[in-house]
């Protein structure tokens, strides 16, 4: 059984930091692509970050400078860190991970979403 769990959400103060986590379980090949996602009340679904198996980060314009995309390929785990953080950074966060073995089939899997609340 394949699945992610996210973790780490919780409820923080403006200016303050969380750090988000992912972890995988029931996965034995390489990933190659990890996001973190977010979806606010009332708003669609965003792309918040992006790593890539080749090392490159990509970010939404309102995080750049504040949010922190990692991984530990060994474990096969992402991270988010949140620093700075904004109101309108609340919303669900979910990881998502996906790769494309070609023959070997596909990888293309979420996790649950943990709740990032920030007051002002």
């Known amino acids: 059984h394949v699945q992610l769990q996210a973790s780490g959400g919780g409820l923080v103060q403006a200016g303050g930091s969380l750090r988000l986590s992912c972890a995988a379980s029931?996965?034995?090949?390489?990933?190659?692509?990890m996001d973190w996602y977010r979806q606010a009340p009332g708003k669609l679904r965003e792309s918040v970050a992006r790593?890539?198996?080749?090392?490159?980060?990509n970010y939404v314009d309102s995080v750049k400078g504040r949010f922190t995309i990692s991984r530990d390929n060994a474990k096969n785990t992402l991270y988010l860190q949140m620093n700075s953080l904004m109101p309108e950074d609340t919303g669900i966060y979910y990881c998502?991970?996906?790769?494309?073995?070609?023959?070997?089939?596909?990888?293309?899997?979420w996790g649950q979403g943990t709740q990032v609340t920030v007051s002002s």
């Open positions: 998502h991970f996906y790769s494309d073995y070609g023959d070997g089939g596909e990888v293309n899997i």
């Open positions: 029931g996965i034995d090949r390489s990933i190659n692509e």
């Open positions: 790593s890539s198996g080749n090392g490159r980060t």
